[in-house]
């Protein structure tokens, strides 16, 4: 943190000299070398820090002041899904690597579970303990009988009979008090933090678990699961707004075309209508035509008919006119002198 806020302060002009400040350049939010995950909403490198997956330091700027002016930047709406988008990039392959340590924790248990586990303290050894006990006992009161009959030689050969059962003994105990310690340890179940891939133990103390799940790797990787949770949903409900408005486009596009073509037909029975009409008149005037041109024909036809009727009367008249006596001249002889 030290070494990036020096060098923010050398990029922000703090600190410098005055030549320094002359060739310094002030830096903005949406710069290169600014953090478009912290302006966003976090940086995956400041969640793990000093922990098993610790992804080191992160190589940007970090600042509040930047933060707060990306904030209130008018250009803020247009930025934002492009940094959803890289973020989310980033937290995907980190739950990628995650994932493939959560695989190999449960192939892990799975082995674990696999191993067979050593039989119970069987009532044999017990048994054994009890008979060795009471041999040591037997002999102990027979060197003691021994030694006040002074019979010191027999006393020493029993003595030896019972240091040789007194190792025995203490091999014995040393192997049940083994199968206690055992047993306890192979009881305990390990378990697998979903969340963050950690090997847990299974029951375990209520504190334990307090504190694995208040620590930074747990916290850290649920932040990143619940962002790229956010951000999927979010843009599975875009899709749907998406899909609902190109639906109600093609409603809409769907009733104009049905009232235009109720409007095209209506035209086509006007025009239908008004051709009909034009046949119609059509058809009148034309019958109307012939009417007048019968009517034309009959009176040219009784025209002619009179005029053949009149020439023929005049003709008659004509005929007769010529086989009357005093119409006709007489004809001079040739040989006649007159």
């Given amino acids: ?125 017990s048994e054994q303990l009890s008979v060795l006990e009471e041999k040591i006992k037997n002999l102990l009161e027979s060197v003691e009988a021994l030694g006040e009959a002074g019979k010191v030689d027999e006393a020493e050969a029993l003595m030896r009979k019972v240091d040789l059962l007194n190792i025995e003994k203490t091999a014995l105990i040393l192997q049940l008090q083994n199968d206690k310690l055992v047993m306890p340890a192979q009881e305990k179940k390990m378990a697998l933090c979903e969340t963050c891939g950690s090997l847990l133990i299974a029951n375990d103390a209520v504190e334990r678990t307090q504190s694995h799940v208040t620590g930074k790797q747990h916290i850290g990787y649920g932040m990143v699961r619940d962002f790229i949770s956010e951000y999927k949903e979010s843009k599975e409900k875009a899709r749907e707004k998406e899909a609902e408005e190109r639906k109600k486009q093609r409603e809409k596009e769907v009733e104009g075309s049905y009232r235009n073509g109720s409007a095209d037909v209506d035209r086509s029975h006007d025009r239908l209508d008004s051709k009909m009409s034009r046949d119609r008149n059509y058809r009148g005037n034309r019958d109307m035509g012939r009417e007048s041109d019968r009517r034309y024909n009959n009176n040219n036809n009784s025209y002619r008919n009179g005029g053949d009727r009149n020439r023929d009367r005049y003709r008659g008249r004509n005929r007769s006119r010529s086989r009357s006596p005093a119409s006709h001249v007489q004809k001079r002889s040739p040989r006649s002198p007159y």
């Fill in 1 to 125: 943190m030290e070494a990036q806020r020096a060098l923010l302060d050398k990029l922000m002009g703090r600190n410098l000299t005055e030549e320094e400040r002359r060739g310094h350049r002030e830096i903005s939010w949406d710069d290169k070398e600014v953090c478009g995950f912290y302006m966003l909403k976090f940086c995956p490198h400041d969640l793990f820090v000093n922990t098993r997956s610790d992804l080191g330091p992160c190589h940007k700027i970090h600042d509040s002041k930047l933060k707060q002016s990306f904030e209130t930047s008018p250009r803020h709406d247009s930025y934002v899904p492009r940094f959803e988008a890289e973020l989310a990039h980033f937290c995907e392959k980190l739950i990628m690597d995650l994932d493939r340590r959560v695989r190999r924790g449960r192939e892990r248990i799975a082995q674990e579970e696999e191993v067979p586990q050593p039989p119970p303290v069987t009532v044999e050894k």
